[in-house]
């Protein structure tokens, strides 16, 4: 039994020590970067600038998380400067990722992104329908963070899905040069990967600022 108990301890986050949560962030944020260069260079699938900055506030929480780590200082005033670091590089991050949410992701439930050749909609009613989501996102998100009552979430939630009710202009059927499964494929990683790496980012930082300082 003490055993078992000893195991389930050791599988707990939460018990870990302070050392090895920091290693553990510094190795989510460079191996986040790392996939990028390797989708970058090898699947030559080019960053936009949001994602290059995002990059930046990824290498920036991994050069703190990697400091603290090295430090591990004893509870007290040195754990909280390293968690400030930290905190202010990932909130840089999660701005940055809540503007690029607004301008691509949600956009992107409508128009995906597109491999170069393919044939779409008439380009104006497109950007048209874009301009008028990311409007709608921004003013969905800014409520749902800073209003109150269930009003302002009502109406929030209705910015977020007015947009994808209209629908995106499309064609009936698909055109272009490349296979559709290559399509797919490629908006699939596109907005899957700044996804997966703001999860596992935002898992380890949990489990960091939920230990006390």
């Not at 090895?20 to 460079?30: N, W």
């Amino acid at each position: 039994m003490q055993k078992s108990a000893g195991m389930k301890s050791l599988m707990n986050p939460l018990n870990w020590s302070y050392r090895t949560l920091y290693f553990l962030g510094a190795m989510a944020c460079f191996g986040a970067i790392g996939y990028a260069l390797y989708v970058q260079y090898h699947m030559l699938m080019q960053p936009c600038p949001l994602c290059i900055l995002q990059r930046v506030a990824f290498a920036a929480a991994g050069v703190f998380f990697l400091i603290g780590a090295l430090h591990a200082p004893e509870p007290g005033v040195w754990r909280r400067f390293h968690a400030v670091l930290v905190s202010l590089s990932a909130l840089g991050g999660l701005l940055i990722a809540g503007r690029h949410i607004a301008i691509q992701l949600a956009p992107a439930a409508g128009l995906p992104p597109e491999l170069p050749g393919n044939v779409g909609a008439d380009l104006a009613t497109r950007q048209l329908w874009w301009m008028g989501t990311v409007a709608a996102t921004m003013g969905g998100l800014g409520l749902f963070a800073f209003g109150r009552g269930a009003i302002a979430y009502g109406v929030a939630a209705l910015l977020l899905i007015l947009p994808h009710a209209i629908g995106a202009p499309e064609l009936d059927t698909y055109y272009g040069v490349a296979p559709a499964e290559l399509s797919a494929h490629y908006a699939a990683r596109a907005l899957a990967v700044g996804a997966a790496s703001w999860a596992i980012l935002g898992a380890v930082a949990g489990a960091v600022w939920s230990r006390p300082a």
